[in-house]
């Protein structure tokens, strides 16, 4: 592995996975909203894609976690298009220059890795007022498994990673007293350079 986009990389999580990457040694490049909507634009991601052809791990880090009562299809949108859509446009343009990088790979071992932040509330419902976050986290549970079913026959590797309970500014009423962003970072490229064909479809949890 030698290249990682990773998305939502202007703070929190992913600008220490950022970091991280770096001090290993790997070309690292990635967007933001600032970017042209970022992940729920899926040309925008496109050409991310092209622009990044050496890509061969994919971390799909964006995410927004707004609170609304489950009633309010409105938040449940936001949160959907980011967290399930943005996640399905980061692989619909990636993927077929995996692909390719996968056709062209010669020996043993994977040939691309796919990653996506997952949560504790895509397990089991969340906590009252977060209806919207906690569907889509679970909808990307399911997402994220068949995709692993699909890249299989490629030697690509999917996998959720849950990293627990953070202390970043996604949102800060649930946050508590969560782990240090540069902590999981740090846990997170150890995990994602790590990885083999048999952690295919698995949920890596982080922390509680």
């Not at 990307?140 to 026959?153: C, D, H, K, N, S």
């Not at 994602?192 to 064909?197: D, V």
């Amino acid at each position: 592995m030698s290249h990682v986009f990773i998305t939502g990389n202007s703070r929190g999580i992913g600008l220490a996975l950022s970091e991280e990457f770096q001090r290993s040694g790997l070309g690292v490049s990635g967007c933001s909203s600032k970017h042209s909507g970022g992940v729920v634009n899926l040309d925008a991601m496109r050409f991310f894609a092209a622009a990044n052809p050496e890509t061969n791990i994919l971390v799909c880090n964006a995410g927004v976690c707004l609170s609304g009562v489950a009633e309010d299809v409105s938040v449940l949108l936001q949160n959907l298009s980011v967290n399930l859509i943005g996640v399905a446009n980061s692989v619909a343009a990636f993927l077929p220059g995996l692909r390719v990088l996968a056709a062209n790979k010669v020996g043993d071992g994977i040939s691309f890795a796919i990653a996506a932040l997952g949560s504790g509330w895509g397990q089991s419902p969340g906590k009252a007022g977060f209806a919207a976050y906690s569907a889509s986290k679970h909808a990307l549970e399911g997402y994220m498994g068949v995709l692993a079913r699909e890249i299989a026959g490629d030697k690509g590797v999917a996998v959720v990673i849950d990293p627990g309970v953070v202390d970043t500014a996604l949102n800060p009423s649930i946050r508590t007293r969560g782990a240090k962003a540069d902590a999981v970072a740090k846990a997170m490229v150890e995990v994602l350079l790590g990885l083999k064909s048999s952690d295919n479809g698995r949920r890596i949890s982080l922390g509680s």
